[in-house]
């Protein structure tokens, strides 16, 4: 047993307190929230001499740790097969860890960098689209480099073949280095965390306009809905789309399953919600008539609880129809219809949207709401936090009204 209580630490006034063996507690101070300011020092002799080594601080390390640390490095001094003076030891072993950790390629750091960000990604960035950008147009130009070596000329030569043909990947992936970087620094290395900033300066502007997604004519959406064919489950898949407005997108709608379905409410949890992991809200959706159809024939087809099971065969589970299977869908409809822009999924968004300003403009918060979208300020949203669900459902029905529509 030492010297010291268990709650020492929390009443310690500054001064230097011994807890016995060799562990000491060196008190400097008070943090304004009280928090204990200090260090642990081991002190103990080897081979005639006296010596001092550090453990830690008193707010990393609690007293039991401290003494557990002075323990360890006691029992490499007193090892009779091989003592070893604790602080010599301990000064090898940091500086194999430096040496570790100098010339660390980039290739090295950022998969540690993408290790250590999965828990915020959505399906912890399975899908690769996080990695994908540094992959295919940093790590080939700059990964055998030493990230402390990378500077804004190495980044500006390996980005300018993309930095204007291709702005968004460009973005996406000076980007992505720049969070490899903080990485590498956080590690202890001596990255120049500059070099991002000045690279994107010598880069210079992109000159890039966004180009937004086709949208099919709000008055040539009836003919692609009734095209459709209910016995086809990626057809019924984009036929829940059409009916929503496009509401959830995509992913929502693929991955929906029966037990969403209740009450006259489709629930969409959080996590299918587009967004960062974890801060997506739930977001509910009023059924109508034909909804609450779609999803009755699609149980009567469906042995799977997947609303829209994949129809490939020779797979060895259960998975939802691809987003490209939908698109694919309406590509087809483009060859079919002679469509003069190449009309895609996300651009049916665009078609509710325009339809409701078309035949209420005033219901700007309900459409709003309908896709998702917040409305108003931080503070306003605060404070009204209705989602407007029997008005989307009037507003859903005057939608379906049209769909089916001559």
């Not at 000064?91 to 960098?113: C, D, H, W």
């Not at 030493?146 to 030569?157: L, V």
């Not at 937004?212 to 692609?224: C, F, G």
């Not at 909804?291 to 009755?296: A, T």
């Amino acid at each position: 047993m030492g010297k010291l209580a268990a709650n020492f630490l929390k009443t310690a006034r500054p001064g230097k307190y011994s807890d016995g063996a060799g562990l000491y507690l060196l008190v400097t101070g008070r943090e304004e929230g009280g928090q204990i300011k200090g260090s642990w020092i081991f002190r103990y002799t080897h081979l005639k001499q006296r010596y001092e080594m550090g453990l830690g601080s008193a707010q990393n390390l609690s007293l039991a740790q401290a003494r557990s640390e002075r323990d360890r490095w006691r029992d490499l001094m007193t090892d009779r097969r091989s003592p070893m003076n604790p602080l010599e030891e301990k000064r090898r072993l940091e500086s194999e860890a430096e040496n570790s950790r100098k010339g660390l390629t980039l290739s090295e750091v950022a998969p540690m960098a993408f290790e250590s960000l999965k828990g915020s990604l959505r399906d912890e960035g399975k899908a690769g689209r996080w990695f994908s950008p540094l992959r295919l147009h940093v790590l080939p130009a700059l990964g055998a480099m030493p990230i402390e070596e990378i500077r804004q000329r190495d980044i500006e030569k390996a980005l300018q073949p993309i930095w204007k043909a291709k702005p968004a990947t460009a973005k996406k992936a000076i980007q992505r280095l720049g969070v490899v970087l903080k990485h590498g620094a956080a590690m202890g290395l001596d990255v120049n965390l500059n070099a991002v900033v000045n690279a994107r300066q010598l880069l210079g502007n992109q000159d890039h306009q966004v180009q937004h997604h086709p949208a099919l004519p709000w008055r040539e959406i009836p003919k692609l809905y009734q095209s459709l064919l209910p016995a086809n489950a990626v057809h019924r898949a984009l036929m829940l789309y059409i009916l929503v407005g496009g509401g959830p997108r995509l992913r929502p709608v693929r991955y929906a399953t029966f037990d969403q379905f209740s009450g006259g409410v489709w629930e969409i949890d959080g996590e299918l919600m587009k967004g960062r992991k974890g801060k997506s809200k739930s977001f509910r959706i009023p059924l109508t008539t034909r909804i609450e159809q779609l999803v009755h024939a699609s149980k009567q087809k469906c042995i799977s609880p997947l609303l829209f099971p994949s129809p490939q065969k020779g797979q060895t589970h259960i998975a939802p129809v691809s987003d490209q299977a939908i698109e694919n869908v309406m590509r087809q409809r483009q060859s079919e219809f002679g469509w003069p822009e190449p009309y895609r999924p996300h651009g049916i968004r665009t078609t509710f949207r325009s339809w409701v300003q078309e035949v209420d403009p005033s219901l700007y918060a309900v459409a709003e709401t309908a896709l998702n979208h917040q409305v108003g300020g931080i503070v306003e949203r605060t404070y009204a936090r209705n989602d407007f669900l029997e008005k989307r459902r009037a507003l859903q029905e005057r939608w379906e009204a049209h769909l089916l529509s001559a």
